[in-house]
């Protein structure tokens, strides 16, 4: 039973710059949770998914969208990237009652 | 709103020795607490949570964890370390409307290293 998956494990961009991640579910998870983990720092909450539609936000700016898919597999994208979006990328999927598991991580560097 | 504190950024212990590891929350409703273990490069792993119940809790590789309500604290504890357990470890709540499944907000972490 494959966990959760990321892609890519590390990206680079520019500023000004888009960027997509994505996120594959454990299998049996319908809700999708991604967080931002800055250097040294624990990790921020940015959205979840669920049924398709954004169900809570975190203090981001709207630079940061996402989309759930059918298959309950989730993409973030990031807008006009300034080099504070340098970070660790973390999805989180869940189905209730279990509790939330992560991913390894997308490691984004803008330069 | 709900925030968590580790005052310790680091905590370094000698091998065998016991490890406690603080945590302490603010929160205007009611919480559910999570502990999670951060190896190198790696994502998250769940070590182990309070829902509700007992409030002493025991998780995977050893540890436990005590709930105190009065304190609105969940410290992490282990009796005897490994060299393997070097790793940064995070607290995080969760309030409770909308059920285990919402946000986490967690604290800045602790690293845990173990010195043989």
């Known amino acids: 039973d494959a966990g959760v998956t990321q892609s890519p494990t590390h990206l680079i961009k520019t500023r000004g710059q888009q960027v997509t991640l994505r996120c594959s579910p454990k299998s049996g998870h319908d809700t999708v949770s991604w967080y931002q983990q800055a250097l040294g720092q624990g990790p921020q909450f940015i959205f979840q998914?669920?049924?398709?539609?954004?169900?809570q936000r975190g203090n981001f700016p709207d630079r940061f969208s996402g989309h759930q898919f059918p298959n309950y597999s989730s993409e973030l994208n990031v807008n006009a990237l300034l080099l504070g979006d340098s970070a660790l990328y973390l999805c989180?999927?869940?189905?209730?009652?279990?509790?939330?598991?992560f991913g390894p991580g997308t490691r984004l560097t803008v330069l | 709103a709900q925030s968590v504190t580790q005052l310790d950024s680091q905590v370094p212990v000698f091998e065998e020795a016991p490890v406690e590891l603080r945590c302490n929350y603010s929160?205007?409703?009611?919480?559910?607490l999570f502990w999670y273990v951060q190896y190198p490069n790696q994502g998250l792993q769940l070590l182990l949570k309070y829902l509700s119940g007992s409030t002493l809790v025991k998780g995977i590789n050893g540890f436990e964890a005590e709930f105190n309500k009065s304190q609105t604290s969940f410290h992490l504890r282990k009796p005897s370390v490994h060299i393997s357990d070097t790793a940064e470890y995070f607290c995080a709540v969760s309030p409770h409307y909308g059920g285990a499944t919402n946000k986490l907000i967690f604290g800045t972490g602790t690293l845990l290293a173990v010195q043989p």
């Open positions: 989180a999927s869940t189905r209730p009652p279990d509790t939330q598991y």
């Open positions: 929160s205007s409703v009611s919480v559910y």
């Open positions: 998914y669920y049924e398709e539609e954004e169900r």
